[in-house]
């Protein structure tokens, strides 16, 4: 597997489909970064680390709604390993009117659009939520 963030975030988004109250994906430290972001955002219930056998893997829950529907509307990648996407600060400024979420690699980290956009700064595109 080349890209790990897409193969998690296509396991977030299958999870959610089959309406799964958790989801295992494999752990690094990027994707600890996003999955944070989107505990933080409101789109992800929690996350665990855990390590069995000197593997660590990170396990989400999911979060829905009063209706049993997913909180995620829509989670793509933007930036894949053949074409990088990379925005400045200006162009990252709003996603979706501010319903959404990009979330972007920047020197200072993993960063929200809107953390980015405060501090000045722009990055590569790692993926949109919303």
Same mark, same amino acid.
């Given at each position: 597997?080349?890209? =790990? !963030? %897409? /193969? ?6 299958? %999870? %959610?489909?089959?309406?799964?109250? #958790?989801? &295992?994906?494999?752990?690094? +430290? +990027? &994707?600890?970064?996003?999955?944070? !972001?989107? @505990? ?16 660590? #893997? !990170? ?5 829905? /709604? ?6 995620? +509307? ?7 390993? $053949?074409?990088?996407?990379? =925005?400045?600060?200006?162009?990252i ?10 979330? @972007?690699?920047?020197?200072q980290? @993993?960063?929200? +659009?809107?953390? %980015?956009?405060?501090? $000045? !700064? $722009? $990055?590569? @595109? &790692?993926?949109? &939520?919303?």
């Open positions: 597997m080349t890209d =790990q !963030i %897409a /193969d998690s975030l296509t396991r977030i988004r299958n %999870a %959610a489909l089959r309406r799964l109250d #958790t989801t &295992i994906l494999l752990h690094s +430290n +990027n &994707i600890e970064a996003i999955v944070s !972001i989107l @505990v933080a955002k409101g789109y992800l219930e929690s996350y665990k680390v855990k390590e069995e056998d000197n593997k660590k #893997t !990170i396990k989400v829950v999911l979060k829905y /709604d009063e209706n049993g529907h997913s909180v995620i +509307n829509e989670v793509k990648k933007i930036s894949k390993p $053949g074409r990088r996407v990379h =925005q400045g600060k200006d162009a400024k709003t996603y979706k009117n501010g319903y959404g979420t990009l979330i @972007v690699s920047t020197s980290g @993993v960063l929200p +659009n809107d953390e %980015a956009f405060k501090r $000045g !700064i $722009g $990055g590569e @595109v &790692i993926c949109s &939520i919303w």
